[in-house]
């Protein structure tokens, strides 16, 4: 079965769910350009607990694993108490982008190719992004990547009228940034080029940048530049302090789930690393926002463990807060950044589904693993966030 979908395929497959039983709900907001932030709900229980994805668009695996687990509620192949637990479902964090990202997946890799021709793309993919790894250490590393060649026929004019202001603002960023040729592959940030977890009112990045300094990214991205507007990391549109919509949209959620209803917790899906991050008393320390009621948000821990010992990802409670996700996790305890997938190179690589002999854990089924691991992983940390308020906010 073909793995990749683009944002029109996702937004059918959500029509096509069961409208019983996963909901769709009005809007958490919407982007700069009038994208729908969508908003479903699973069950109408008394626990609620929220799923994000997609903040950063070229982390594709996150949005199609979050609408694959939903698809199987929908299909009835996994259950929640629908009585016990309300999910709310935030598929495409930034819509904008994952127009983007998925517009230059089909300059090349078209809808009706077969599953081996498309993972021939996703492994020549990653086996570039891993060579440009390998350059990034000895040479000169602000050239044109391999995997941005291969991507090199996506330019701005792919995006077709019907989203004319979004590639109006695409084309200006490639022409005042000077953005590397083929780097719509590596969109992340939204649609006038600002990264939404980069998005905060301060950080030391943020500073970095307010001094003038040139940031470039790492490894096989390493030809752009955060301090800009463009594919990833710029922190804002004007100054210094502004919020996207995006982000205004999704604190206004949380804040309203909170208020009104038993947030139990959220997890937040982003790619890649085969990792979970949490924060925990030990490590919290937050400089930027002194008014965050850190006392809770120990009790992470105890689901990160039991999220890490179905997957088998690993820990991490290292948290620079230099994120919105970070600050999201300050405020809403039990939060959980989950890093799909061990391989290098979004947002083609974590499609990989291949076992071939010899290869390493990490490479075998990346996409089966990412998607069953995953599910399983959250019908399991349901009850504990559950019993987790109930002892500590009850
Ligand atoms: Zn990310």
């Not at 603002?169 to 649609?191: A, H, V």
């Not at 995006?246 to 085969?274: P, R, V």
């Not at 061990?342 to 990346?366: A, Y």
Request: hydrophobic share 35%.
């Amino acid at each position: 079965m073909k793995k990749i979908l683009d944002y029109d395929e996702m937004k059918e497959l959500l029509d096509s769910l069961d409208n019983n039983i996963i909901k769709k709900e009005e809007p958490i907001g919407f982007s700069n350009f009038g994208y729908p932030i969508d908003h479903y709900t699973y069950g109408n229980g008394e626990y609620h607990m929220i799923i994000t994805s997609g903040t950063h668009s070229s982390e594709l695996i996150t949005n199609i694993f979050v609408i694959r687990f939903m698809e199987k509620l929908s299909l009835k192949e996994i259950y929640i108490d629908p009585n016990k637990y309300t999910i709310h479902f935030i598929p495409f964090v930034n819509p904008e982008g994952t127009i983007i990202v998925t517009k230059a997946i089909r300059s090349l890799i078209g809808k009706n190719i077969s599953w081996d021709a498309e993972q021939t793309y996703c492994l020549t993919f990653y086996r570039n992004c891993r060579i440009e790894g390998i350059y990034s250490n000895s040479l000169e590393n602000h050239d044109v990547k391999l995997e941005q060649w291969m991507f090199r026929r996506a330019t701005p004019d792919i995006l077709g009228e019907e989203h004319k202001d979004l590639k109006m603002s695409l084309k200006k960023l490639y022409e005042d940034n000077d953005l590397p040729i083929g780097s719509m592959i590596n969109w992340s940030s939204n649609g006038r080029g600002v990264d939404l977890n980069s998005n905060l009112e301060s950080s030391t990045f943020i500073d970095r940048i307010e001094k003038g300094e040139a940031i470039y990214s790492k490894l096989h991205l390493g030809n752009i530049r955060r301090d800009k507007l463009g594919p990833l990391g710029c922190p804002y549109y004007e100054k210094k302090g502004d919020i996207e919509p995006e982000n205004k949209a999704l604190y206004n959620f949380y804040e309203s789930i909170k208020n009104n209803h038993k947030l139990i917790g959220s997890l937040i899906y982003h790619s890649c690393g085969d990792i979970i991050m949490y924060n925990d008393d030990l490590t919290f320390k937050n400089p930027w926002q002194e008014d965050f009621d850190s006392k809770d948000t120990f009790k992470n821990k105890i689901v990160a463990e039991k999220y890490a010992s179905i997957t088998g990802y690993k820990l991490d409670k290292s948290e620079i807060y230099t994120t919105v996700d970070a600050k999201l996790k300050t405020l809403y305890p039990v939060s959980l950044l989950i890093e799909l997938g061990s391989v290098t190179g979004t947002p083609l690589s974590q499609f990989l589904d291949l076992d071939i002999p010899g290869s390493g854990v990490g490479f075998k089924n990346v996409y089966t693993n990412i998607i069953e691991k995953n599910s399983k992983a959250i019908l399991e940390v349901l009850p504990l966030m559950a019993d987790i308020y109930e002892v500590n906010y009850e």
